[in-house]
């Protein structure tokens, strides 16, 4: 009996010992937590490795069985892929991450799960926490026009209405995503000037059709924000506020922290603005809130919400390549702004995201959202404006007011440590009015519901040298039905080694995009306007293939060359020549192709410089029947430039930091649509600067300026930018560690 116990609690012993928890703390250069960090323990005697995503507090428990060594494999957003050796005595490591070249640096978009850029079969460029902070963007527009391949187009000054150009897709063939969640009106529509980037931790900018993994409208490009998430043990209040020329201010307050299975966020922005012209002031206040919960390390809870109010004065387009006096046919015209035009916009964002790991390899994601937009745009008709088409002094008012609510569910699979299977499910309740009561002879109203469902599954494989990035999605949508969206992309690399040339990587993909209706085109009718329930989604048809060459370690070329047929495209077309009523058909096709270059470095870990160049030529393959220039069979697309390129340079330390961008955009084809022959719009280069030093750890002073060159120049013709402005400030900060 006594040997039967003694062997019974050696046993005991034994798979105690073998057994253990292997605490592996995740934290960045300047040793702050870094949370939703991808763990995996690589042991050579398991084909599959256990995984595991680091808390608020940058912390993941792997279970291990056995002796070590332990190999860990770290997958971190914005930062490199970091594989460390932990000592087989270790109970508790920590792991500090690096940066890298962006064609390094671990994306999340591309796949939907943490991948290094490398190897994500798609063009993903990104701007961290600290670059945002540094840089201070009023809104999303003023970040983005820094990242290779994106055209901005802003109408006018702060607040203006802002659009986004990629690939030489049209400016609603982006998906736009807010802590997961499409912040889109219903076909696209997005207005980037007031998209506040205040508590952003992450912004990252995926370039192609990517509808696979993302649905409708991610024609040409998707953008994803995340916000910041808590992760010091003692509460940390921040707060701060600047001021500049043009009546400029801004405040800012969060309190955040992380403590045992809490983590969260508060926070409060407020930006005004008087602008340099008469009615271009604006004004945007943005709430919000980052919570996390995890009763277990296999179960976690997070709710995010988020509340943003804008208003901004409309003053039009009036002055045209710096000139607002013409004369057509002898009569001379003198342009001014419209003084009665404002434009106010509301929207609310909730989610509430459930995320389950099954098992070493299992990871599920359950997400119920729901998002709200209301946006009014009105003129009083003080300002009447005369042109060839005659007095223009019509008062209007337009509402939109759009709901999406809906469930998602996102599963990951890591089968081996080569291959993984991604799989969704997607539910959506698009619903929503669109109505235009003033003036009553023109008045349109319009209502209509959407009920969608989407299924898609991806699978990614690396094989040594070889790459495979495959999926498709299964959508129906209430208005253009059944479709399905497939993705395939290759990646190969061709040299590994070299002190010169130490990695060349070759890629190709093709895929598909689909963009549904906007509630205008399918659900309005007026005296002048028929809806059309019956539109089919537009469509993109893309191919794209480059190269990526790793030079000395620190730089890195890359090359694409990026063919998009559109096609199906949603046009106006006047179907009774007598009472000129009309409706949307899918009349249009056109396309766009061109090459991306950029040349991407981390000279130090603490300076990168990032430099890019795209050329794009567009033309319309078929119109309308009476279409007229610019819209004509032939024409060039409406304000897409054939050359634009960017640079960024970065530089953060731990008492300093700076950011240079610049920005070069080319002529493109515009028009007045006033009868003023103007077809065009100037190139400009705009220059931004931003810096910020630490006086201490609870002090930070801060400037930023912009367009410093103090250049006149439209982005959209007849809508004048901002001359040279600048901000400066102080923030604080009590607590945290």
């Given amino acids: 009996m006594r040997v039967a116990s003694a062997v019974s609690l050696v046993l005991l012993f034994s798979v105690a010992a073998a057994a253990a928890d292997l605490k592996i703390k995740v934290v960045d250069p300047q040793s702050a937590a870094v949370a939703g960090a991808q763990v995996s323990l690589v042991r050579a005697t398991e084909k599959i490795p256990a995984t595991q995503m680091t808390s608020a507090e940058g912390m993941a428990v792997l279970h291990v069985s056995g002796t070590g060594p332990y190999q860990v494999k770290i997958l971190a957003p914005g930062f490199a892929v970091e594989t460390v050796e932990v000592p087989s005595q270790a109970e508790t490591f920590t792991v500090t991450l690096h940066l890298a070249t962006a064609a390094e640096t671990v994306v999340v978009s591309a796949t939907r799960t943490p991948v290094a850029d490398e190897a994500a079969g798609a063009d993903v460029d990104s701007l961290s926490g600290a670059e945002l902070t540094t840089m201070q963007p009023v809104a999303a527009n003023d970040a983005v026009r820094f990242l290779p391949g994106a055209v901005v187009n802003t109408a006018g000054q702060h607040g203006g209405l802002s659009s986004l150009f990629v690939r030489g897709g049209n400016s609603n063939y982006n998906k736009v995503l807010v802590d997961g969640v499409s912040v889109t009106e219903a076909g696209g529509t997005i207005d980037f000037g007031t998209l506040s980037l205040a508590q952003a931790d992450r912004l990252e900018f995926l370039r192609g059709a990517q509808s696979t993994l993302y649905g409708s409208d991610a024609m040409s490009s998707v953008v994803q924000v995340w916000t910041h998430t ?398 007229f220039p610019p819209y004509a069979q032939g024409d060039p697309l409406l304000r897409r430039p054939r050359h634009s390129a960017t640079t960024l340079l970065s530089y953060l330390a731990s008492r300093w930091g700076g950011t240079l961008g610049g920005s070069f955009v080319g002529p493109r084809p515009d028009s007045d649509f006033d009868g003023f022959n103007i077809n065009h719009t100037p190139g400009y280069f705009l220059l931004d600067l931003g810096g910020w030093y630490k006086v201490n750890s609870h002090i930070t002073i801060y400037a930023n300026a912009e367009n410093v060159l103090d250049h006149f120049y439209e982005e959209v013709t007849g809508y004048p930018s901002l001359r040279a402005n600048f901000r400066a400030g102080m923030r604080f900060r009590i607590g945290g560690e």
């Fill in 230 to 627: 808590g992760s010091t043990r003692i509460p940390e209040l921040q707060f701060g506020a600047d001021a500049g020329n043009y009546g400029t201010e801004s405040g800012y307050a969060s309190l955040a922290g992380a403590r045992g299975r809490f983590d969260y966020n508060v926070f409060g922005h407020q930006f005004n603005t008087s602008g340099s012209d008469p009615n271009d002031d604006y004004s945007n206040s943005l709430e919000g809130m980052n919570a996390g919960f995890a009763p277990s390390e296999q179960v976690s809870l997070r709710l995010r919400v988020r509340h943003d109010n804008s208003v901004t004065g409309a003053p039009g387009a009036w002055n045209f390549n710096g000139n607002n006096v013409f004369n057509e046919f002898g009569t001379t015209y003198v342009l001014s702004p419209d003084l009665g035009g404002r434009a106010r916009q509301n929207n609310f964002l909730a989610s509430l995201d459930l995320a389950v790991k099954t098992g070493p390899n299992w990871m599920q994601h359950f997400t119920g959202f729901e998002f709200n937009l209301k946006t009014t745009n009105l003129d009083t008709g003080v300002s009447p404006e005369n042109t060839p088409y005659g007095t223009i002094n019509t008062p209007f008012e337009a509402l939109v007011n759009i709901n999406r609510a809906g469930f998602d569910y996102q599963g990951d699979y890591l089968e081996r440590s080569w291959a993984q299977t991604t799989v969704g499910y997607e539910f959506e309740d698009e619903n929503g009015s669109v109505n235009d009561p003033i003036p009553a002879l023109y008045a349109s109203y319009g209502q209509g519901l959407r009920l969608n469902e989407a299924a898609y599954v991806q699978q990614a494989l690396t094989l040594d040298r070889l790459n495979v990035i495959a999926g498709v999605r299964f959508v129906h949508n209430t208005t253009f039905g059944n479709v399905g969206v497939p993705r395939v992309a290759l990646g190969f690399q061709a040299l590994r080694g070299g002190h010169i040339f130490s990695g060349t990587r070759f890629n190709g993909s093709f895929a598909t995009g689909i963009k549904e209706p906007r509630f205008e085109e399918t659900f309005v009718s007026s005296q002048y306007q028929l809806p059309n329930p019956n539109l089919k989604a537009e469509r993109n048809r893309a191919l794209e293939a480059g190269f990526q060459q790793n030079l000395l370690s620190r730089f890195v070329l890359v090359a694409n060359y990026f063919n998009n047929l559109f096609h199906d495209q949603i046009e106006f077309e006047t179907i009774n020549p007598t009472t000129f009523q009309g409706q949307y058909e899918n009349l249009e096709k056109s396309l766009a192709h061109g090459a991306e270059v950029g040349l991407q470095s981390r000279i130090t870990q603490r300076l990168s410089w990032n430099a890019s160049y795209t050329y794009t030529s567009t033309q319309i393959l078929q119109a309308p029947a009476g279409s």
